[in-house]
């Protein structure tokens, strides 16, 4: 068991996005906090008991709730934030059906809510309406009801699974 100095700062290292980063961190900072001061500030704090998931990032394929991580438990991980998943501004197809469905307003939990549905679809590919508000009980929306980020989901499932024609 590493045993660490109090105010001991511990090099970190993150693959962010495809990206290589090396931080130096307290074993007591939260992964939440890093990511945020490398620059993802997608990654939202909406509570402190990790119930909200507006932190929700892919963490090594899972879904994470990262104000629940330490940033040294994160060292060598693959992480994937909201602002990795639009390739060459192009958006993503869960992000397209988020804005067709309208499936946010204030949008502060928003980046958390696809992540955990990219997670989601991945698991599932067609999910029923069920195990769609299954799947993001771990997202909470103060906005929307939640009704349209359910259509938004099935929107994207179908989208992936291309059986929407892309519009163009
Ligand atoms: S900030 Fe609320 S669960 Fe992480
Ligand atoms: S859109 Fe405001 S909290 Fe979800």
Redesign the pocket.
Not at 44 to 56: L, M, Q, V, W
């Given at each position: 068991m590493k045993v660490f100095e109090k105010d001991q700062k511990v090099k970190v290292h993150l693959k962010v996005n495809g990206q290589n980063y090396e931080v130096e961190t307290e074993p007591r900072r939260l992964l939440?906090h890093v990511l945020r001061e490398l620059g993802f500030t997608g990654v939202?704090?909406?509570?402190?008991?990790?119930?909200?998931?507006?932190?929700?990032v892919i963490m090594d394929g899972k879904s994470v709730?990262?104000?629940?991580v330490l940033a040294v438990e994160a060292d060598g991980s693959e992480i994937l934030t909201i602002e990795g998943l639009a390739k060459d501004g192009k958006l993503h197809p869960i992000q397209e059906a988020f804005w067709e469905k309208h499936g946010l307003q204030c949008g502060y939990c928003t980046p958390?809510m696809i992540m955990e549905a990219y997670w989601l679809l991945k698991e599932n590919p067609n999910p029923t309406e069920e195990e769609i508000r299954e799947g993001i009980s771990?997202n909470?929306c103060r906005c929307t009801g939640y009704q349209n980020i359910v259509e938004a989901v099935k929107l994207a499932s179908q989208k992936l699974r291309m059986e929407i024609p892309k519009a163009h």
């Open positions: 939440v939202h704090i909406g509570c402190d008991t990790s119930n909200c998931g507006a932190c929700t709730k990262s104000c629940t958390g771990g909470l």
